[in-house]
């Protein structure tokens, strides 16, 4: 299956700042995925980022405060911005993987605290 | 409305016992996968498992296997002779098409701790 590399892996963030989270993928994927957990909560999708064309959102999530990027087929950042404590959660991201059978690898995560 | 429901929000089992643990889906579609991965405390989420909704026997995957029942919308992982590692977050997930992109939906989870 594929690899993916997300960075970083835990921060610690004042309140009002912004962070970016970056996946690598080792190989070339269409589709990559951004999920976020609340403490104690299941994974709720943020938004499917397709490279070439703008991510699209889920509900109850926007750009402004999740910013993505897919520059190329291998690589995405999120950006947390303007963070407050709700924001405190882990952040993943996903790839739907043709290398793999059955089509999801997973980052290891970033664990965000907001002071 | 709720598409994957895991009505145990925590389990406690024995080392060496075995263990089911419970998941219901919803969907209109004929063409749907479900999945069943652990988290641990670590946040990485581990897949243990897969069935398609076209697969007539039941998945296995070493120790762990899918109790598929199609006409329940029900895909209950079984854990044979639990481990202390087993200890763990544990999602159930389907895969359904939307809009051109197969997207993962997740249940609440099940928190399983296996008591030596």
């Known amino acids: 299956s594929a690899v993916i590399s997300q960075k970083p892996s835990r921060d610690i963030c004042q309140r009002g700042t912004s962070l970016t989270i970056q996946c690598q993928v080792d190989s070339q994927v269409t589709m990559m995925f951004w999920y976020r957990q609340q403490p104690g909560q299941s994974l709720t999708l943020i938004a499917t980022?397709?490279?070439?064309?703008?991510?699209?959102?889920e509900s109850g999530f926007v750009i402004d405060k999740f910013p993505i990027s897919r520059p190329n087929l291998t690589f995405s950042t999120l950006t947390v911005s303007n963070m407050s404590p709700e924001d405190s959660s882990i952040y993943l991201c996903s790839v739907e993987d043709q290398h793999f059978n059955y089509g999801y690898t997973f980052g290891s995560g970033t664990r965000l605290t907001v002071v | 409305a709720q598409k994957i429901t895991q009505t145990q929000p925590g389990m406690f089992v024995q080392e060496k016992e075995a263990v089911t643990l419970d998941c219901t889906y919803d969907t209109s579609d004929q063409s749907y996968g479900l999945f069943w991965y652990k988290q641990p405390s670590s946040g990485e989420m581990i897949f243990l498992i897969y069935?398609?909704?076209?697969?007539?026997q039941n998945a296995t995957e070493g120790r762990y296997s899918l109790n598929f029942q199609k006409a329940r919308k029900s895909a209950n992982l079984v854990i044979s002779a639990s481990q202390l590692g087993d200890s763990a977050m544990y999602f159930c997930a389907m895969r359904e098409p939307d809009q051109g992109a197969q997207k993962l939906v997740f249940g609440q989870g099940t928190r399983l701790t296996i008591n030596p």
């Open positions: 069935q398609g909704s076209y697969d007539e």
């Open positions: 980022a397709n490279q070439g064309s703008e991510a699209t959102y």
